[in-house]
């Protein structure tokens, strides 16, 4: 165990004292800081990753019965987030461990339009069961799409539920046309007025449109949700024609939401942080290819193939380790 007399920059030493890098005080007038002590002990820390609350918001309109995508718009949904897709698992199913997911499905035959009263499964961790089975009891049965009384009631639903802490609230968005409303009217003003307001109460709206679905409201959706500009915006979209395309544009959508931050339950000098070390499932990691300091000193980046293989891993085991010297607090 290391114990420190001070924090560097701080007034614990008092006058004609300053405070050393490993937290001794010393005379002002000895200018030489003699670093920390070689035999004080590593410190171990278990660094955590970040696990985003997702909710999947599926249109499950009239037109989702249609089979331009086999065998119907909407099973190729279902099975994209929790069938098989080329023998690989569902999004969901495959990140059912790394995310806080839970599902909201929107149609103007829920009556009175719109209530989501059965249509809903909590966000939770390994709930793909959960949604695989509300999906299945719930497809398509005629209406129209209105996307806006969806995204204001998710939205209402994050602040009545809040996620966990540190958990970001983000709404994925799957349709396959520009919205509506229960009465048939024009709602693209409407929905994205919707996806604003829950983008200024901290929630990310992330959209993939489903067979041809008209690009223009694509970016405007994904401006919109971003906090981008509505219309000089550059932020992506995903679109998809078949199962395979489905179950890429949701993983990339969830990849980019899985953090490559990890927490850390300490805080680091960032000049001597390259002095640590830090594994994922037993491989070291290189300082500065691999992984950087966080500019608080209390998070680590992964950067590059390191980033990547954390997003496709597993409940991987994460280690970090930094001389005493180097931590702060």
């Keep these: 165990m290391c114990d420190t007399m001070c924090t560097p920059g701080g007034n614990q030493c008092g006058a004609n004292f300053t405070c050393t890098s490993d937290g001794n005080c010393q005379p002002t007038g000895n200018m030489t800081d003699p670093g920390p002590d070689a035999m004080c002990p590593a410190v ?30 909407f099973e190729a949904l ?17 990140q059912q461990a790394n995310v806080y997911f839970g599902l909201a499905m929107f149609a103007s035959d829920e009556a009175p339009c719109l209530t989501m009263t059965g249509y809903t499964a909590p966000r939770a961790l390994n709930n793909a069961t ?3 089975t509300l999906i299945a009891m719930k497809p398509p049965n005629g209406g129209n799409t209105p996307t806006a009384d969806a995204i204001t009631q998710v939205t209402a639903d994050f602040a009545l539920n809040k996620p966990p802490a540190g958990s970001p609230p983000i709404i994925l ?42 690009t223009t ?30 179950a890429a544009g949701i993983q990339s959508i969830i990849n980019g939401a899985l953090s490559c931050t990890l927490n850390i339950t300490g805080t680091i000098d960032a000049s001597q942080a390259q002095s640590g070390t830090l594994t994922i499932n037993g491989v070291t990691l290189t300082y500065g290819t691999d992984w950087m300091l966080g500019p608080n000193g209390m998070t680590i980046q ?28």
Excluded: W
């Design 78 to 94: 279902h099975e994209g987030l929790t069938g098989m897709v080329n023998g690989q698992p569902g999004a969901v199913t495959a």
């Design 173 to 214: 968005l799957a349709t396959d046309g520009e919205p509506n409303s229960c009465t048939g009217d024009d709602g693209v003003a409407s929905s994205l007025i919707a996806i604003g307001l829950a983008y200024s109460a901290g929630i990310k709206t992330y959209i993939i449109g489903l067979a041809g679905l008209e």
């Design 130 to 132: 959960a949604i695989n």
């Design 217 to 246: 409201y694509l970016q405007e959706v994904a401006n919109v949700g971003t906090g981008q500009n509505e219309i000089t915006g550059t932020a992506p979209y995903y679109t998809a024609n078949n199962p395979t395309e489905l």
């Design 44 to 73: 171990n820390f278990t660094p955590t990753r970040i696990t985003p609350s997702i909710e999947l918001v599926l249109d499950r309109s009239g037109s989702m019965s249609s089979t331009d995508i086999a065998p119907t718009r």
């Design 302 to 329: 992964l950067l590059g193939t390191a980033c990547t293989n954390l997003e496709m891993a597993t409940n991987p085991v994460i280690n970090a380790s930094f001389p005493c010297g180097a931590v702060i607090q």
